[in-house]
């Protein structure tokens, strides 16, 4: 399945004011679970940056893979202090996200072109965001040796990342991937922790994400309406509904996902500090 079509689609749609952009935003915020795990995370991380750093201290935190900005805005929207590059490989999505971020007033963010494999700041940033982009790169090692180099010290990198245990919905050997575009099938918990220990990191720390009820909320909110949608346009006027009758019950099965330490799960959440 290829989603960038599906997802072009619905950017046009709510791309049409910074008010339905900033929906498309929220009802994300809601519905997807890595959504509920990042912003845990995030503000976990927030806190302890508050209880141990001067308030004159100038944030700086790279959004590395950022898509079309879902989090990069909720960062900007944390602190409107904290300085945001988002960097992307596709073009008109840096120049779309730019345009968006500017009508919104989100003024301390920028959006750049940068190809993860060779992009490095030397010593910049407090904090890496990397969501669901490890799986579409083959050159990982690089990857994590460049967000080693471009933190500060004491700074930390946070991955969202499918696990070896059904992470891209590939559940036997020699299976393929519900999405296409990715280019492993998910991360083993212990090999990745290993691989970012040899990028240099000094810590890591990592937990399972999308336990048995967030296997079932991803089917219920993510695979079948993306199956529904690249079956027929016509589906793009009764997925609300479908909505209005699943979301309740993908709420219930995301809270108790988040909630509960799961000894497995298809989603990897990994934070490394330099």
């Known amino acids: 399945m290829q989603y960038d079509p599906i997802k072009r689609s619905l950017c046009e749609v709510f791309d049409k004011s910074p008010f339905l952009r900033i929906l498309f ?29 001067s308030r004159y201290h100038k944030v700086h935190i790279l959004d590395a893979g950022a898509g079309f900005g879902q989090y990069t805005h909720y960062l ?11 960097v992307d490989v596709k073009k008109e999505q840096v120049s779309d996200c730019n345009n968006f971020f500017r009508r919104a007033g989100r003024k301390s963010v ?22 669901d982009v490890m799986e579409h790169i ?6 994590f040796k ?12 946070l991955i969202s990342t499918p696990s070896d245990k059904g992470g891209s919905d ?8 519900f999405i296409e575009e990715h280019v492993r099938n998910g991360y083993n918990r212990t090999s990745l922790r290993d691989q970012l220990y040899a990028a240099g990191f000094s810590k890591v720390e990592s937990h399972y994400s999308y336990g048995i009820p967030g296997k079932i909320s991803w089917l219920l909110s993510m695979k079948y309406p993306i199956l529904m949608l690249g079956a027929g346009k016509v589906f793009f006027i009764l997925l609300p509904f479908y909505y209005l009758i699943m979301y309740p019950v993908c709420f219930v099965l995301n ?13 990897l959440i990994v934070k490394a500090w330099k």
């Open 110 to 131: 920028l959006f750049k072109i940068a190809n993860l494999t060779t992009f490095r700041m030397q010593d910049t940033f407090d904090l890496i965001l990397s969501v």
């Open 146 to 157: 460049n967000f080693y180099e471009s933190l500060k010290e004491e700074g930390m990198l």
């Open 138 to 143: 083959k050159e990982d090692n690089a990857v």
């Open 76 to 86: 900007s929207g944390m602190n409107r202090s904290w300085n945001i590059l988002a």
């Open 255 to 267: 809270y108790f996902d988040l909630m509960i330490k799961w000894r497995s799960g298809t989603g």
């Open 25 to 53: 935003y929220k009802l994300l915020d809601l519905l997807l679970l890595r959504a509920w795990h990042i912003q845990k995370e995030l503000r976990k991380w927030a806190k302890a940056r508050k209880n141990s750093v």
């Open 170 to 177: 590939v559940h036997a050997d020699g299976a393929t991937s």
